[in-house]
């Protein structure tokens, strides 16, 4: 079973993305960018869905921080985020995410976007 590290440090976007995922995948679901790099440290998901705005730590640090980090670089990233300004989605392009899914967003659209990363690692 494929393994997802969901971060966000919202509590009900965390159980709301939980329930849509965890019938097929397993889950880890931290609320910070720094536990999400402590996590890294121990856990090695195949796809990371990672927030851009947080508190402390947003996004695009976490994932500057993964791509300097050999033993995380090259880990998928998906952003996902409220924030639908296309210089968002440009920067986190840049950084390496490999998607970008606008909040809200429908269930079957996040599975078929997890789903379409597997497909380019085939």
Do not use: G, N, P
């Given at each position: 079973m494929k393994?997802?590290?969901f971060v966000d440090d919202v509590s009900t976007n965390?159980?709301?993305v939980g329930l849509i995922l965890k019938d097929q995948y397993k889950v880890t679901?931290?609320?910070s960018g720094r536990e999400a790099l402590q996590c890294l440290?121990?856990?090695k998901p195949d796809l990371v869905l990672l927030d851009i705005h947080m508190q402390?730590?947003?996004g695009y640090d976490v994932m500057r921080c993964m791509r300097a980090d050999p033993g995380t670089a090259q880990i998928p990233v998906i952003l996902l985020t409220a924030d639908?300004?296309?210089d968002s989605r440009e920067r986190g392009i840049a950084l390496g995410a490999l998607d970008y899914i606008s909040k809200p967003f429908e269930p079957q659209e996040l599975l078929?976007?997890?789903g379409a990363v597997w497909q380019m690692e085939e």
């Open positions: 393994h997802i590290l965390l159980k709301c679901m931290v609320k440290k121990s856990v402390e730590m947003d639908a300004e296309e078929a976007r997890i």
